[in-house]
């Protein structure tokens, strides 16, 4: 089991940009892919972006591809996803998730509590 903790959650304009960073604790850090999931009231988790163990290759949701980036830092034990030109529409609970499989959210070993990203217009 490996415990994440996320940060860097905010209100922020439209337009503007934010970094989120999930610290992993419990496991060996680079032994499984991580990634970013979001949620809207009301709504399943919707995948974001994904970073994997072996290589560090990334991939990401259409919605933010070309805006947000999911990097590690190994010796830190943390994942980062850097979020810029927000737009609205990203308002949501952004987890953290380790240990995941492709871009299904039940196919994740661990979750973050969640931190909130809200985005004005």
């Known amino acids: 089991q490996v415990q994440l903790v996320e940060s860097g959650g905010g209100l922020v304009q439209a337009g503007g940009s934010l970094r989120l960073s999930c610290a992993a604790s419990?496991?060996?850090?680079?032994?499984?892919?991580m990634g970013w999931f979001r949620r809207t009231p009301g709504k399943e988790r919707e995948f974001v972006a994904g970073?994997?163990?072996?290589?560090?290759?990334?991939y990401y949701a259409d919605s933010v591809k070309g805006r947000f980036t999911i990097s590690r830092d190994i010796a830190k034990n943390t994942v980062y996803l850097q979020m810029n030109t927000l737009k609205p529409e990203d308002t949501a609970v952004y987890y953290c998730?380790?240990?995941?499989?492709?871009?299904?959210?039940?196919?994740?070993?661990?979750w973050g509590r969640g931190t909130q990203v809200t985005v004005s217009s």
């Open positions: 998730a380790a240990d995941l499989y492709g871009t299904d959210y039940r196919r994740v070993g661990s």
């Open positions: 419990g496991r060996t850090f680079s032994s499984f892919n």
């Open positions: 970073i994997m163990w072996s290589g560090g290759s990334t």
